[in-house]
């Protein structure tokens, strides 16, 4: 063919100083004007002969400024107003309404909708459509709630509590954990490949432990026992421990659920005798105050978040030989976290007034960078 030596001349201007594309357009133009066959060019510059013919196609109706024009195809669908509106009207009205038994859409059934009117799209493009609006497949998550009339009277008085507690003041979250059986236990773990762990669904216990703890919110500290039951005698055992380890404090908050015996005649009864005045300042013992927690309310007893972290590091994943040898770890665990705390004060409680979250140091030992003291 006949060489245009301007056209060439501004080919090589855009050979030595345009982008990256137009340098690669404008040196498959100079091979075309040199005769140089599609396919040498489309193996040498890694390109299709569509792109070839394209790009020729424009430089000799247009000259060289064809080679700064980018390649605009039809719009994307995704962008097209009536398919996005039509989409919307039928994601916006239950699937019910047009004949499908069902509660909640898939992409399929909103296909088969927009056919019936006519729109014939894919899944993948009704999917970019709600996508690109910020519309989400997402589970509803179950909320943490209350049924008690006086949650908000409860929660107050217990927040007003917590804002001017004394340094002479201590404030117990109490509950009980178990009781649980000592045997093999399942768990999440670190396993190589192909290897899936199991536990038998029928096993012979070792034994079963129930733990009467309490945590102290101001020093964050646990103070625990090992029960044969839930009732009002452990709680008074509890009560006595609790004097005896905060003697010569000014009060004494008690913080329980709804559980009939945090409520008893009898532990009532406990309660009112010691804190007479003439035991008291015989005893040398704090004034006992009851602070119980709004029913069906568990996820404000701070110490629910203890027994978990408890549960993760010393119970989940475990195989203890003996009750005495899962004791033994049990206590291990508290006394590591009350150390813990006792070197870097934390208050706990993140719902009521702060949050602590610290790696466990038994957990570190054990290879479970993931479990947390609560």
């Known amino acids: ?76 669908k995704e962008g097209d107003e009536t398919i996005k509106a039509a989409v919307f009207s039928i994601i916006h009205s239950p699937p019910s309404d047009h004949g499908i038994n069902r509660t909640s859409w898939k992409l399929g059934d909103i296909c088969r909708c927009l056919s019936k009117h006519g729109i014939h799209v894919s899944k993948d493009l009704v999917s970019k459509v709600i996508r690109k609006v910020g519309y989400r497949w997402r589970k509803a998550k179950t909320v943490l709630t209350s049924n008690d009339p006086k949650y908000r009277e409860k929660l107050d008085h217990i927040k007003s509590i917590l804002s001017a507690l004394g340094e002479n003041d201590r404030f117990c979250s109490i509950d009980e954990f178990g009781p649980f059986a000592v045997k093999v236990k399942g768990g999440k773990r670190l396993v190589g490949p192909n290897e899936y762990p ?11 432990l129930i733990v009467t703890a309490a945590l102290e919110l101001s020093q964050n500290q646990v103070t625990h026992f090992y029960s044969k039951a839930k009732n009002t005698v452990e709680m008074i055992k509890l009560l006595e421990v609790l004097l005896k380890k905060y003697r010569g404090c000014d009060r004494l908050y008690l913080s329980w659920d709804a559980a009939s015996w945090h409520a008893s005649e009898a532990l009532y009864e406990k309660v009112k005798d010691i804190n007479r005045p003439d035991y008291r300042a015989e005893a040398q013992t704090p004034l006992v105050e009851l602070a119980p927690l709004p029913k069906s309310a568990q996820f ?34 508290f006394q590591e976290r009350n150390e813990h705390f006792l070197n870097y004060p934390h208050r706990a409680g993140k719902k009521l007034w702060g949050n602590e979250t610290v790696v466990s140091e038994f957990a570190e030992s054990n290879n479970c960078k993931d479990v947390k003291w609560r």
Not at 314 to 330: K, L, Q
């Open 1 to 76: 063919m006949r060489l245009r030596p301007q056209a060439t001349i501004e080919l090589l201007s855009k050979v030595a100083n345009g982008p990256p594309d137009e340098r690669k357009k404008a040196l498959v133009i100079l091979g075309k004007m040199h005769e140089l066959r599609v396919s040498t060019l489309c193996q040498t510059f890694n390109t299709s002969q569509a792109t070839i013919c394209r790009d020729w196609k424009k430089f000799n109706n247009m000259g060289v400024a064809s080679l700064s024009l980018g390649h605009r195809g039809p719009a994307p």
């Open 198 to 208: 199991q536990v038998p669904q029928f096993q012979k216990s070792k034994g079963w």
């Open 300 to 333: 404000l007893n701070v110490i629910e978040s203890i027994f978990s972290g408890m549960a993760r590091a010393i119970i989940h994943n475990s195989d203890y030989p003996s009750v005495e040898v899962a004791v033994a770890a049990i206590d291990r665990y």
